[in-house]
T-cell receptor
Framework: DAGVTQSPTHLIKTRGQHVTLRCSPI?????VSWYQQVLGQGPQFIFQ???????GRGNFPDRFSARQFPNYSSELNVNALLLGDSALYLC????????????FGPGTRLTVT | RKEVEQDPGPFNVPEGATVAFNCTYS??????FFWYRQDCRKEPKLLMS?????NEDGRFTAQLNRASQYISLLIRDSKLSDSATYLC????????????WGAGTKLIIKP
């Protein structure tokens, strides 16, 4: 069975640009969560979607947005990129909500120059 | 005080030894608890969920102490392949539905 997939794997952008990251959850999983991880820290929660609705939002600015599609895949959008947005962006899928085990994709490594 | 705290380590442990880490959490409303392991520049992988009664999976044992608000992970007969960062995760079922992650404890198993 396919695990969580994310695209692209690596991305280099310049300040002020916009980026879209994509995630496909494990088949049968209805919830997708997005995390940002910088070196030496644990993942920081950005969003959780369940059944195409936003269920949770972390402490990130409005430049960050996301959505979930009818097939449960998801996109994370970041506008007006800042140098500090450089990080590993992780997508995790779970059967339902956050109280269930989450399974991560390999992540997208974003570098903002 | 951070919501989830872990000793960053590194813990340098000889192969075959037993090692234990603790993770403390600040919100008494925390409902679900997990341990993940993360290898360098890789995604976190679920190691085990932590149940109120404690649970064991091979060489790994997890315990929950609600009164003192900590969870623990014990690794017996450590292997070189156990070298990784171990992340403690807590779910708080409030209106925000999010998992709170510790920064991780780095474990290095030496031959």
């Amino acid at each position: 069975d396919a695990g969580v997939t994310q695209s692209p794997t690596h991305l280099i952008k310049t300040r002020g640009q916009h980026v879209t990251l994509r995630c496909s959850p494990i088949s049968g999983h209805k919830s997708v969560s997005w995390y940002q991880q910088v070196l030496g820290q644990g993942p920081q929660f950005i969003f959780q979607y369940y059944e195409k609705e936003e269920r949770g939002r972390g402490n990130f600015p409005d430049r960050f947005s996301a959505r979930q599609f009818p097939n449960y895949s998801s996109e994370l959008n970041v506008n007006a990129l800042l140098l500090g947005d450089s990080a590993l962006y992780l997508c995790a899928s779970s059967l339902e909500g956050a109280s269930y085990e989450q399974y991560f994709g390999p992540g997208t490594r974003l570098t903002v120059t | 005080r951070k919501e989830v705290e872990q000793d960053p380590g590194p813990f340098n442990v000889p192969e075959g030894a037993t090692v234990a880490f603790n993770c403390t959490y600040s919100n008494s409303a925390s409902q679900s608890f997990f341990w993940y392991r993360q290898d360098c520049r890789k995604e976190p992988k679920l190691l085990m969920s932590v149940y109120s009664s404690g649970n064991e999976d091979g060489r790994f044992t997890a315990q929950l102490n609600r009164a003192s608000q900590y969870i623990s992970l014990l690794i017996r007969d450590s292997k070189l392949s156990d070298s990784a960062t171990y992340l403690c995760v807590v779910n708080i079922e409030d209106s925000n539905y999010q998992l709170i992650w510790g920064a991780g404890t780095k474990l290095i198993i030496k031959p």
